[in-house]
């Protein structure tokens, strides 16, 4: 069955949209909104989309303060229910770009700093040479708190907050506060989490809602998915690492394999660091589809996200810090928050991710489309979200099926591509 397509107006009536197969049920086919102008963004997502097969996709693109594409398409499930408007997916490291921006928030009303000691909010933290380790240290990756592997005695711990929080603050810096930095991929959340509920006294799904959500009036950030919602949830089509046991085993493997060929041909890479961030014990025996997982908080991982919702955050950063009327920081803070902090080797992965203040740099292909002054997250299974502040443009995709690195894959790395040339030739 094929698509068809039909001039429109979008429904708040700011742009002359195409929608794409309206009323076709076929899962394999996109639906939604698309500026005439970002066409060939349309042709590639619906590349995306499996065909045969389970998995689906929805993609939000915000030019100029103006919502230019809102897609979706494939299916949530293996018994093929269709992706709708409003369905979330997991969006693993996507979600440190959320819980970075929630604390540049707090930073700029006023109520903490990024040259203060994490300690001056949370106490606890200053133990085991953690004393000066400041905000900016743990949001450039640069505290030595990455280490998750030698923190805790299994995977399933991280459901636990309180947990993760006492461990943290047991824990000794694996370098010196400020002289290296290793992505720090699954203890990022509960740092930043902590701080931002040390400043408010408010849990950190609470303050998500009360900063961001709200304001930009915004259905579907979720830090902790509530019941009510649960229905709207894609499922994972999990492999390798996460999901499928051995996959843990076979990864560590390869590690140390590459590790060891890279050092015998003079390059000092230790693989295995990523295996000390990203793989604590029992980590394929975590359930990433369970409804344990989704109503836990863990802000480096778990965030249930909307493209649409992560895409109307982007773009109200990507705007100078406000949309619509709505100002979620001062541009001296996003000036502040989009600084490169480092832009050497990172000791976990093993190439220069110039590191802001909990973003980093947006990949593309290309130099033509080099994201120069931007800032966002991928993540682990292709999702993705960023915003560029040059071209006042921000990108979100979410996904349920693939694998990838840590940093998403070619996907989001298409898509991203060909929104920056889109909005060029505009």
């Known amino acids: ?123 606890e933290f200053a133990h085991s040479g953690k004393e000066n380790i400041t905000i900016r240290q743990i949001m450039s990756h640069e ?24 461990a943290l603050e047991a824990a000794h810096p694996i370098h010196e506060p400020g002289k290296a930095h290793g992505y720090h991929g699954l203890t990022y959340g509960y740092l930043v989490g902590e701080i931002i509920q040390r400043i408010t006294g408010k849990p950190f799904c609470q303050v998500l809602d009360e900063e961001i959500s709200q304001p930009l009036q915004l259905d579907g950030l979720f830090v902790g998915l509530p019941d009510s919602h649960s229905g709207r949830k894609a499922t994972l089509g999990l492999a390798g690492l996460h999901g499928q ?47 344990e997982f989704a109503a836990a908080c863990i802000p480096s991982a778990n965030g249930i996200f909307t493209a649409r919702a992560l895409a109307g955050m982007y773009a109200a950063l990507a705007g100078g810090g406000a949309l619509d009327g709505v100002r979620l920081m001062s541009e001296k803070t996003l000036h502040r928050a989009s600084t490169v902090q480092n832009r050497t080797l990172d000791r976990v992965i093993p190439f220069p991710m110039h590191w802001r203040l909990g973003y980093h740099r947006p990949f593309t292909l290309g130099m033509g ?58």
């Open 1 to 123: 069955m094929a698509s068809f397509f039909s001039s429109e107006k979008t429904m708040t009536g700011l742009a002359p949209v195409l929608r794409l197969a309206s009323g076709v049920k076929h899962p394999s086919l996109a639906e939604g909104y698309i500026h005439p102008d970002f066409w060939s963004v349309a042709r590639l997502f619906k590349s995306l989309i499996p065909s045969p097969g389970p998995g689906g996709a929805a993609l939000c693109i915000y030019h100029r303060g103006k919502k230019v594409v809102d897609l979706w398409g494939g299916t949530i499930d293996a018994a093929g229910t269709p992706w709708s408007s409003d369905t979330a997916s997991v969006s693993y490291s996507t979600t440190k770009g959320v819980a970075s921006t929630l604390l540049h928030i707090l930073v700029d009303k006023g109520l903490a700093d990024y040259d203060e000691p994490v300690s001056k909010h949370w106490p």
């Open 143 to 166: 505290a030595g708190l990455y280490d998750i592997r030698g923190m805790i005695d299994h995977a399933r711990r991280m459901l636990d907050w309180e947990y993760m929080i006492r």
């Open 245 to 291: 046991r051995g996959g843990a085993d076979r990864t560590r493997s390869y590690l140390a394999a590459a590790s060891r060929w890279l050092q015998m041909i003079g390059i000092p890479v230790d693989l295995r660091e990523a295996e000390r961030a990203l793989m604590p014990h029992g980590i394929d025996e975590l359930d990433f589809n369970s409804a």
């Open 369 to 426: 489309t080099t994201v120069r002054h931007g800032i966002g997250h991928f993540g682990f299974g292709g999702s993705g979200a960023w915003a560029d502040l040059d071209r006042n443009l921000s990108v979100a995709l979410t996904l349920n099926s693939g694998v990838g690195t840590p940093f998403g894959d070619l996907r989001i790395v298409r898509i991203s591509t060909a929104a920056a040339r889109c909005a060029d030739r505009r």
